[in-house]
């Protein structure tokens, strides 16, 4: 079936450091991509989706690139702040987006 | 601004009841979700919604069921709660209006004992 996943549980970094969060897809279709964040104590959010090929979505300083020939969409950020400390899930969704499928999740832990 | 909202926020039920987890969004989606966050299994989709009276099964629908009286209102069921069961549950709406981004309510954690 169609899913996500993303390699890093855990990631840890220290202020202005760039980060990267791994993410390939697998899917039998040509799925839209997602990425969302959750700050603790509250509900996933939306951050950014791409929907082609090549496609670049950002928001709030992060971006991530559609590579549908790697199947991935690896988040990045050139320099995190305490503030970015979260859980970033990606996620695709096919047919009319219907229905998403979400990562396992990756903790980013930002030192001052 | 969207809004989804779930209640109780906290419960905790003994093993062999029922359990009932509400969610009400007044976002006007068509769409609504119920999945479950589990560390190690990210947020993984247990019934979802296309309007009032409908239910769909998700990737792991056993042990829950869905309600869906309204376009406001979408409920989860544990029938008979299991200590399996034991996680922080979401509710979500979102439609292809919004490009089906979702909103997401702040979570329901459920204790089992």
């Known amino acids: 079936g169609d899913s996500v996943t993303q390699t890093e549980g855990q990631v840890a970094l220290s202020e202005e450091d760039f980060l990267t969060i791994h993410c390939n897809y697998s899917a039998s279709g040509y799925p839209a991509l997602f990425w969302y964040v959750q700050y603790p104590g509250e509900g996933p959010q939306f951050l950014f989706r791409?929907?082609?090929?090549?496609e670049k979505g950002s928001s709030r300083g992060f971006e991530a690139t559609y590579d549908k020939g790697t199947t991935s969409f690896h988040l990045r950020k050139a320099s995190v702040q305490e503030s970015d400390s979260a859980v970033y899930y990606c996620a695709l969704g096919m047919s009319n987006y219907n229905v998403l499928y979400f990562g396992s999740g990756t903790k980013l832990t930002v030192e001052p | 601004e969207a809004a989804v909202t779930q209640s109780p926020r906290n419960k905790v039920a003994v093993t062999g009841g029922k359990v009932t987890l509400s969610c009400n969004q007044t976002?006007?989606?068509?769409?609504m979700y119920w999945y479950r966050q589990d560390t190690g299994h990210g947020l993984r989709l247990i019934h979802y919604s296309y309007g009032a009276g409908s239910t769909e099964k998700g990737d792991i629908p056993d042990g829950y069921k869905a309600s869906r009286p309204s376009q406001e209102n979408f409920s989860l069921i544990l029938e008979l709660a299991t200590p399996s069961q034991t996680s922080v549950y979401f509710c979500?709406?979102?439609?292809?209006?919004?490009?089906?981004?979702?909103?997401f309510g702040e979570g329901s954690r459920l204790i089992v004992v």
């Open positions: 976002n006007n989606h068509n769409n």
């Open positions: 979500a709406s979102g439609d292809r209006f919004s490009g089906n981004t979702l909103y």
């Open positions: 791409a929907s082609r090929d090549k």
